[in-house]
């Protein structure tokens, strides 16, 4: 089988899930080729760069750091709005390179709308089906937050994007996504749409514990608006715990693996805790060194908010997943009381918190674990790699390719 992917981002820069479907994807004997944008220089996941087949990556802007609006943000935002122009670039590209060709399937991943209408034209240019992956979708957001910049005319914009992205959709011969409540509101627009989660590499995620002379709680990701990501809790129970010395400063340490622009929030609740000696705030880590990072922490730590009609809804990160299959207790804060929740108490693997003295309970309770064994280790549940492994996710992707070439 050969499959033309038509994406917004691919490795190395963060893109870990089509990433991991073609390193999967080839070893069943499939091509793929891809197509997508450069955003930046970013090459945390340049392990994942190699198993594919052509890669076409295209520029839009002149610098790798995304501007912010001016004349050369407004000007594409104005051609992509009204003439489409990076799509239209993308077909191009390819209706020119003869060494894209000769595909049985288009499937294109995204978070938002762009390169949709690229990918649907590209399959009827191909004469095959076209397959949608979405990644996230704007209205599991509480607020404008999927939009880099606030604008003035948002409401627009989003409008326009809802119509352009559903437009497609309904002609897709299937649509997948990466959580029960994306697949139950994308069902309104395409019913042929299936699950598949978000996920891990069991070839680099597995329980490996790695002794530390420290207690720490991990968390690596982007923190985004309070609204999706709300830690405050964290920063309470660990104030309480110092307070009340349960805690010493000696052994004990808070680390925040996050974009630079994350930090000075977490270090405005530090400071306002009285907490700042026991935090420490790093940059990313190349993606294959985040495995070793998990495995020495004593709890890894996920942030959310709860799942409701003013929240966030159906998100479920990959960090999650890969915190999962380390096997360290989870700490959810706070607890979405939804899907996130339902696979902590499913799996026995940690704490989704509804409030600050259950944090606070559950620090101390693996702190004084910690300080007797040496270790946290839990065992990871038999489900986890049936569900959520990379290597299954791409035996699912290439099940439901067959099902559709068959009934094409």
Not at 195 to 213: C, K, M, Q, S, V
Not at 378 to 400: C, D, N, T, Y
Request: charged share 25%.
């Amino acid at each position: 089988m050969k499959i033309l992917i038509v994406c917004d981002v691919f490795p190395p820069e963060f893109a870990p899930r089509m990433g991991y479907l073609c390193k999967y994807l080839t070893r069943s004997g499939c091509v793929a080729d891809v197509i997508c944008e450069q955003y930046s220089d970013d090459n945390r996941f340049s392990f994942l760069s190699d198993p594919v087949g052509n890669v076409k990556r295209i520029r839009f802007f002149r610098s790798l750091h995304l501007p912010k609006p001016g004349a050369e943000w407004g000007m594409l935002a104005f051609r992509n709005l009204f003439f489409h122009y990076k799509d239209r670039r993308f077909i191009r590209e390819i209706q020119k390179d003869t060494s894209f060709s000769n595909y049985d399937l288009v499937l294109c991943s995204t978070y938002r709308t762009f390169p949709l209408r690229a990918a649907e034209r590209l399959a009827r240019h191909f004469h095959v089906p076209l397959v949608v992956d979405l990644r996230d979708i704007v209205e599991q957001y509480p607020d404008k937050s999927y939009l880099a910049h606030r604008l003035p005319f948002a409401s627009f914009l989003t409008r326009h994007l809802l119509k352009e992205r559903n437009s497609v959709l309904e002609k897709a011969a299937a649509v997948v996504s990466v959580s029960t409540w994306h697949c139950d509101y994308l069902k309104r627009f395409n019913p042929n749409t299936h699950l598949i989660y978000n996920g891990y590499d069991p070839e680099l995620f597995f329980p490996a514990h790695r002794p530390d002379t420290c207690f720490r709680i991990i968390f690596t990701g982007r923190m985004l608006t309070s609204k999706i990501r709300n830690p405050d809790w964290v920063f309470e129970a660990v104030a309480r715990l110092k307070k009340n010395g349960r805690i010493s400063a000696a052994d004990f340490r808070l680390c925040w693996y996050v974009e630079p622009e994350g930090k000075g929030p977490l270090l405005e609740m530090a400071r306002n805790c009285g907490i700042e000696d026991l935090c420490e705030y790093h940059d990313f880590i190349p993606a294959d060194e985040v495995p070793a990072l998990l495995n020495s922490g004593s709890i890894l730590l996920q942030t959310a908010n709860k799942a409701d009609e003013n929240g966030p809804k159906g998100i479920m990160t990959t960090k999650f997943f890969e915190a999962l299959a380390i096997g360290k207790p989870l700490l959810l804060v706070r607890s979405d009381e939804s899907f996130l929740a339902a696979l902590i108490h499913r799996y026995r693997c940690g704490l989704a918190a509804t409030d600050v003295k259950s944090v606070e309970t559950f620090i101390e309770n693996q702190y004084n674990k910690w300080k007797q064994t040496g270790n946290t280790q839990i065992a990871v549940h038999p489900e986890i790699s049936g569900l959520f492994s990379r290597e299954e996710q791409a035996k699912q992707f290439l099940q439901l390719f067959h099902n559709i070439l068959k009934d094409d």
